[in-house]
C-alpha cells in the first residue's frame, strides 16, 4: 500500500501540482481578471460614485422587443431565451441555440430592440484574465484531450489519497507533529501535516472534481439506458430539460410574456433572470421562468439552481415549478448541482474563498512536498528502483521537482507580467499571454534540466521572489496606478493580487535562502548493490 | 466578521487543546507527560470548543453552508496549530487561552 | 527475473483496465436496478463511480493472489454488466 501511495503519488505529482495551484489561484479568478483589466477597473473607480441607476419599469416593453428581433432573425429556432434586464448594466439580450449546434447571442438596445455592436475601444487590453487559470485547471488549456488527462489525473490522486491514509498507521499519533529542521523527517512530517489536516477538503475537492465530467468519464449506463447515438444528448436533455414538450405542429401566436413573469416572480419570490421560450409559434410552447440569486441566497444555499417556474402557453397553466436551490430531476440532481457548486465555491461569500484558498494552497504544498520528500528520501539513501538506469531517473525526477514547482509558479506570476508587458493593440493579444505562460514554464523546464538541482531551485525562486515582490512596481511603470491609490479608492481587488503577491514573494525568497543553506549529507548509494530487478523491485513493495 | 473571528477563534483554541492532550505536544509546553486526568480534560474542552464552532457558522450562513465553514474552519485551525507547536508552544499556549476566552465571549452576541 | 516485472505489470493492468471494466458493470448495473427515473439513476451511477473505483484498486493492491484479483474484477464487471444490459429499458 505504501509502494502504491508512492508511486501513484509520484507520476501525477508534477501535474496535480499545477492543477492545484491553478485551482487555487482560479479561487479568485475574478479579482485576478480585475487586476488584469486596469483600463476596465479605472473606469469602474470613475463611476463609482455615480448614482445607480433606476430601476428598470419598462420590461414588458423590453420583452416584446426582443421576441420581435427573434422573430426576425432566428424564426425557426427551437429555444429562444431572454435576458430582460442582465447584471450588471440592466443590458438586454437574446439567446438561441444555432442548427450548427452552439448557442448564438445578441445584445440588443432595451429602448428600440436593434442589435448593438460591441466594438472593443482601442485602450482596452484584450485578456482572459483570471480564467487562465480556470481553463488550465480543468482541461489544460486542451479540449476534450485535456479534461481526460485531468479526469485520469485526478483519479489517481483519490487512489493515493486513501492508499496515503491506509499507510499512514500513525495518523492519530502523529495528527500535529511537525518537526522541522529535521531534513527527511520534516519533510514526511509537512507532506503530512498539509495533508491529513485538510484531509475532508482533499477528498471533496478531488471527488466533486471528477464528478463534473461523470457521464463522459464513465459513460457505460448513459449508453446502456439511452443508445449510442445521440445518447449522451437524450441523457443530458432528460436530466437538464425535464418536461419539454414535443412540437405539436399548429401554430400559435406568441402572447405577451410579462404577466407570466410577474406570476413566476409572485411565485419563486425571485427578480425574473432569464425567460425560455420553447417551441416558438408552436401549440406547444412552453415559457420557463428562471430568477436571480441574491447574494442572501449564496449565502444560505449550496446549490447555485435558482429559482424556475414553467407555463404551457396554450392554456395558461403553471407545470412545472422550482424553488431557488432545488433540482428539477430529483435528488441525484441535487446533488449533482451541490457538488458543482461546493468544487467551485460558488456559495457562501469571500470567507469561504478565503478558506478554500487556504486549503487549496494546502492541497498544492501536499503535492510539492510528496514529490520532494521522494527525492530527499533517495539522496540519503538511492533505492535503486530502476535498476542501472536509477541514477538517471532520479536526475529527471529532480529536474521535473524544480520545474513543475517553482517553474510553474514563475509561469503563473509570470502570466501576469506578460499582461502588462504586451503590447495593449496586438492582435489576439490574449492567446500571447497564454503562450507567455506556457512558454516561461518551458524555459524553467530547460533551466532545471541543465543546472544541478542545488542551483535550480536557487535559481528559480529567486526569480519567483523577485517577480512576485516587484509586481506592484510593474503595476507602477506600466499603468501609473499603485497600492496606495487601490487601497484609497476601494478596490480592494487589485491591492488583494498585489499584496498576496508580495507575500508569496516573500516566501519564495524564504525558499530560496533555506536551499541555499542547505548542508549537503554524503550520499550511500544502493544503486550498485542492486542491480538484478527482482531485488529492487521487492524492495519497493515493502515499503516506500 | 463577528462568525469569522469566534468560529476560527473557537477551531483554533479547540484544535490546540486537542494537541496538548497527547504525551508528545504536552512535552513540547510543559517538559512532562499529561497526567491521565488532565488528558481526559484537554480532549473534552477540545471536543467541546470544535462543537461550539458550529454555531457562530451556522448561524452567519445557514446549515449546510455553515456546515462546509465549520470543517475549513477547524482545518485552519489545525493547521495553525501544526505550525506553532514546534516553533512557539508557550505562545500557543497563551494565544489559544486568549482565543478561547474571545471566542466565548463573542458567542454572546448570536444569542437573540 | 522477468516474471516480477510481469506479475507487477499484470496486477496494474488489473487496476486501471479490470478496476475500469468493474465500475463500468456496476454503474450499468445501477441504472438499470434503481427506483428512480432513467436520468436519475443514470445519474447516481455515474457519481458513484468513482468511488467503486477507487475501492476496487485499492482492494487490487491489498489481495495478494494474482488470480482472486483478475477474478475480482472481471467476474463481478461480466455479470453486473451483463445483468444490467439485460434489464435496460431501451437504449442497448
Redesign the interface.
Known amino acids: 500500500m505504501a509502494w502504491l501511495h508512492t508511486w501513484c503519488g509520484l507520476w501525477i505529482s508534477w501535474l496535480l501540482f499545477a492543477i492545484f495551484l491553478t485551482g487555487t489561484l482560479a479561487v479568485f479568478d475574478d479579482p485576478i481578471g480585475h487586476w488584469m483589466t486596469p483600463e476596465h477597473a479605472l473606469e469602474e473607480a470613475a463611476h463609482a460614485n455615480d448614482p445607480p441607476p433606476p430601476k428598470v419599469t419598462n420590461r414588458a416593453n423590453r420583452l416584446a422587443l426582443a421576441l420581435d428581433f427573434m422573430e426576425k432573425e432566428h424564426p425557426k429556432a427551437d429555444m429562444w431565451e431572454i435576458w430582460p434586464v442582465q447584471r450588471p448594466g440592466q443590458g438586454l439580450s437574446a439567446y438561441w441555440f444555432q442548427p450548427s449546434g452552439g448557442y448564438g447571442s445578441a445584445d440588443l438596445d432595451p429602448l428600440t430592440g436593434a442589435p448593438v455592436e460591441h466594438v472593443r475601444e482601442e485602450n482596452q487590453r484584450d485578456t482572459i484574465g483570471g480564467h487562465h487559470f480556470v481553463d488550465f485547471h480543468y482541461e489544460l488549456h486542451a479540449g476534450r484531450i485535456g479534461v481526460w488527462i485531468v479526469g485520469i489525473t485526478t483519479m489517481i490522486m483519490l487512489v493515493a489519497l486513501v492508499s496515503g491514509v491506509i499507510t499512514h498507521k500513525r495518523i492519530f499519533k502523529d495528527f500535529f507533529t511537525f518537526r522541522p529542521a529535521k531534513g527527511q523527517r520534516s519533510w514526511l512530517d509537512a507532506h503530512n501535516a498539509v495533508a491529513v489536516l485538510t484531509l475532508p477538503f482533499q477528498f471533496m475537492i478531488a471527488y466533486t472534481g471528477i464528478a463534473f465530467f461523470s457521464d463522459d468519464y464513465v459513460p457505460a449506463p448513459v449508453v446502456a439506458q439511452y443508445g449510442m447515438e445521440n445518447g449522451k444528448k437524450a441523457f443530458l436533455s432528460d436530466w437538464n430539460d425535464v418536461g419539454k414538450p414535443a412540437r405539436i405542429g399548429s401554430p400559435m401566436a406568441i402572447p405577451d410574456l410579462q404577466p407570466y413573469a410577474l406570476r413566476a416572480e409572485q411565485t419563486i419570490h425571485q427578480e425574473i433572470r432569464a425567460v425560455v421560450l420553447d417551441n416558438p409559434n408552436d401549440a406547444s410552447m412552453r415559457v420557463c421562468m428562471y430568477g436571480w440569486n441574491e447574494e442572501s441566497d449564496t449565502l444560505k444555499r449550496i446549490s447555485a439552481n435558482t429559482g424556475m417556474a414553467c407555463y404551457a402557453l396554450a392554456t395558461g397553466e403553471q407545470i412545472a415549478v422550482r424553488q431557488p436551490g432545488h433540482a428539477d430531476s430529483g435528488p441525484a440532481g441535487l446533488t449533482r448541482i451541490v457538488m458543482s457548486n461546493l468544487h467551485m465555491a460558488g456559495f457562501g461569500g469571500t470567507p469561504i474563498r478565503w478558506l478554500y484558498f487556504f486549503c487549496g494552497l494546502a492541497g498544492t504544498a501536499m503535492m510539492g512536498t510528496g514529490a520532494i520528500l521522494f527525492m530527499v528520501k533517495r539522496r540519503q539513501r538511492a533505492g535503486g528502483e530502476f535498476g542501472s538506469a536509477t541514477e538517471r531517473v532520479y536526475r529527471m525526477i529532480e529536474c521535473l521537482n524544480v520545474a513543475a514547482i517553482a517553474g510553474l509558479a514563475v509561469a503563473c506570476i509570470g502570466y501576469l507580467w506578460a499582461n502588462r508587458l504586451i503590447p495593449v493593440g496586438i492582435e489576439h493579444r490574449a492567446g500571447w499571454e497564454v503562450r507567455a505562460f506556457f512558454g516561461l514554464w518551458l524555459l524553467m523546464l530547460v533551466h532545471a534540466c541543465v543546472r544541478p538541482e542545488k542551483r535550480g531551485w536557487i535559481e528559480q525562486l529567486a526569480l519567483l521572489a523577485v517577480l512576485c515582490v516587484l509586481l506592484p512596481v510593474l503595476n507602477v511603470l506600466s499603468t501609473g496606478d499603485n497600492l496606495v491609490a487601490q487601497i484609497t479608492r476601494g478596490d480592494w481587488e487589485s491591492a488583494g493580487v498585489e499584496l498576496c503577491s508580495v507575500v508569496f514573494g516573500l516566501l519564495a525568497a524564504w525558499g530560496a535562502w533555506k536551499v541555499h543553506k542547505r548542508k549537503e549529507k554524503p550520499v550511500k548509494t544502493a544503486a550498485r548493490e542492486n542491480r538484478s530487478a527482482p531485488a529492487s523491485l521487492q524492495t519497493t513493495m515493502e515499503g516506500h | 466578521m463577528n462568525?469569522?473571528l469566534c468560529a476560527l477563534g473557537l477551531s483554533y483554541a479547540g484544535?490546540a487543546s486537542?494537541?496538548l492532550a497527547?504525551d508528545?505536544?504536552h512535552g513540547q509546553v510543559w517538559g512532562r507527560d499529561a497526567a491521565v486526568n488532565v488528558r481526559r480534560a484537554l480532549q473534552l474542552i477540545g471536543a467541546v470548543l470544535l462543537a461550539l464552532a458550529i454555531w457562530p457558522c451556522v448561524a452567519g450562513?445557514?446549515a449546510?453552508?455553515g456546515f462546509?465553514?465549520w470543517?475549513?474552519?477547524i482545518?485552519?485551525g489545525?493547521?495553525l496549530?501544526?505550525?506553532l507547536?514546534?516553533?512557539a508552544p508557550k505562545l500557543l499556549l497563551r494565544s489559544s487561552l486568549l482565543a478561547a476566552v474571545a471566542a466565548l465571549a463573542g458567542l454572546v452576541t448570536f444569542l437573540q | 527475473m522477468k516474471s516480477a516485472h510481469m506479475l507487477l505489470l499484470s496486477r496494474v493492468l488489473a487496476a486501471i483496465f479490470g478496476g475500469y471494466a468493474l465500475t463500468s458493470g456496476v454503474a450499468v448495473l445501477l441504472a438499470a436496478m434503481l427506483p428512480m427515473s432513467r436520468a436519475e439513476a443514470v445519474l447516481t451511477a455515474t457519481l458513484s463511480a468513482f468511488l467503486i473505483y477507487t475501492c476496487a484498486v485499492i482492494w487490487v493492491f491489498a489481495v495478494h493472489d494474482l488470480r482472486r484479483v483478475w477474478m475480482g474484477m472481471l467476474l463481478p464487471a461480466i455479470v453486473c454488466g451483463g445483468l444490467g444490459l439485460l434489464l435496460s429499458r431501451g437504449g442497448a
Do not use: D, E, Q
Open positions: 462568525v469569522i484544535m486537542l494537541s497527547m508528545r505536544h450562513w445557514s449546510t453552508v462546509v465553514a470543517v475549513g474552519f482545518s485552519a489545525a493547521l496549530v501544526a505550525l507547536l514546534p516553533y
